[in-house]
């Protein structure tokens, strides 16, 4: 019994120190590469913004899986027994879409875009215990990247 706990509490401090570490480093590398992409707007209105009618259009998208920590787990359980609004889920759909949507611009970049329009989301869940908690999940951004024409 008392091994069981220690097992516990070693895997909730692991989870916390290691968690929050890696969505630091995330956080920080997200920064960045949103001040990279700055110029290239996105935008999720379905009309046309007139400065781009004569541009080629193409499909663009950017998919992201992310895990969820063991301390953020527990938190959300324990939450989930008064209930509320879960944080600890929050940062994770934060970090997942954001990071979707940098890959989206990625791709849209990569062929010469000027800007995406009609820009949406999907989400869902990957893996998790049985069905009953979040393991990750998976976020997919994606839109119409304007390219201009050529001559």
């Known amino acids: 019994m008392i091994a069981e706990i220690v097992i516990f509490l070693v895997l909730l401090l692991l989870g916390f120190g290691f968690g929050r570490l890696a969505e630091k480093r995330h956080y920080r590398r997200i920064r960045e ?3 990279a992409y ?6 999720p209105g379905r009309v046309l913004p007139s400065q781009y009618v004569h541009h080629q259009s193409r499909l663009v998208r950017g998919n992201v899986v992310i895990s969820v920590d063991y301390f953020k787990v527990v938190v959300a359980g324990l939450r989930n027994l008064v209930g509320g609004r879960v944080a600890t889920f929050e940062s994770l759909l934060d970090r997942a879409r954001r990071e979707a949507i940098l890959r989206m611009q990625a791709q849209a970049r ?5 800007a995406v329009y009609n820009m949406k989301f999907e989400t869902s869940r990957v893996s998790g215990n049985a069905g009953q908690s979040v393991g990750s ?6 839109g119409t990247a304007l390219i201009p024409r050529a001559g």
Request: glycine share 4%; net charge negative; with cysteine.
């Open 38 to 43: 700055r110029s290239l707007i996105v935008v």
């Open 33 to 35: 590469r949103e001040d």
């Open 137 to 142: 999940v998976e976020v997919l951004a994606y």
């Open 110 to 114: 990569e062929c010469g875009a000027d």
